[in-house]
Structures are given as C-alpha cells and as structure tokens.
C-alpha cells in the first residue's frame, strides 16, 4: 500500500524559509514522478515542483523558479521541498504526490494528507 505522509509545514514570515518532508512507502521510486503541489482555499491544485521518474530531472513552476528546490533521498524513502524566500501567496496546503508524469497533477495517482504553509506578510 502506498503511504505519503507530508510534514514540516507551519507558520512563517514573508522572506522567510521552511523545508517540508515526505516520508513515502509501499513503492519503487522509479516507478513514479514524484510531485509536491498545492492547494490554496477556492483555488485549484497547482503543480510546484517534479522529479520525472523518466530522466531524473526536476521541474519547477515560474512562480517558485529560484526560490523552491526538490530533493529525493532514496535510501530513506524521503523527498524533500526547500522553500526560501517565502511569500504571502505561497501560503497553502502542500502535498506531495505520484503520477506518471510530471505537469500533470490531474494525473497524480497517490497524494498525502498535506501539510499547511502559512506565509505573514
């Protein structure tokens, strides 16, 4: 069974930074594009950052480009998003996720609980 348990989140000033976590089991990392998004309130989901499981490559969207880094620890079943910089709008519940592809969160196959970031300005 796959499991995704996200944490690391919580309450930050704008400027500042947080490193969320993804614990994952019950799959092959190769198996899967590993994906955080978000959920803002009355907002769609919105795609923040991938690792393919096609070529190893990360993606980003515009509005975290520079400021978001993913991370991947395979032995210990972990993968990571360092958020610096922080902004009010970054402000959401962050998940992470597996799908096929990367771009795609309308494709994401298991997602976790989530884990809310709340950015003051």
């Known amino acids: 069974e796959v499991q995704l348990v996200e944490s690391g989140g919580g309450l930050v000033q704008a400027g500042g930074s947080l490193r969320l976590s993804c614990a994952a089991s019950g799959f092959t990392f190769d198996d899967y594009s590993i994906v955080w998004f978000r959920q803002a309130p009355g907002k769609e989901r919105e795609g923040v950052s991938c690792?393919?499981?096609?070529?190893?490559?990360?993606y980003y969207a515009d509005s975290v480009k520079g400021r978001f880094t993913i991370s991947s620890d395979n032995a210990k079943n972990a993968v990571y998003l360092q958020m610096n910089s922080l902004k009010p709008e970054d402000t959401a519940v962050y998940y992470c996720?597996?799908?096929?592809?990367?771009?795609?969160?309308?494709?994401?196959?298991?997602w976790g609980q989530g884990t809310l970031v709340t950015v003051s300005s």
């Open positions: 996720g597996l799908g096929p592809v990367c771009g795609h969160v309308e494709y994401l196959e298991h």
């Open positions: 690792i393919s499981s096609n070529d190893g490559n990360t």
